[in-house]
């Protein structure tokens, strides 16, 4: 599915990204990891939502790792 259609940058695209950089950590620097801009803005509030999904996949991960 296209997240950003300005970029042309995918689903698949975005999780390599929050997968790969845990530096990441808002739809700009998600864009920057991608090699482009934000145009319209229109993908940032989706990028922002998979920021945090990512983010509690990766502490559910952690509990479920320290138990
Ligand atoms: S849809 Fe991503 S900047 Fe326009």
Sequence with gaps: MIICMCNAKNCRTVKQVLE???DVTSPQDIHEAMGCKPKCG???PTLAGMIRE???Q???NGLIAAD
């Design 54 to 56: 990512n983010r509690d």
């Design 58 to 60: 990766q502490s559910l």
């Design 42 to 44: 229109r993908c940032l």
């Design 20 to 22: 790969s950089r845990p």
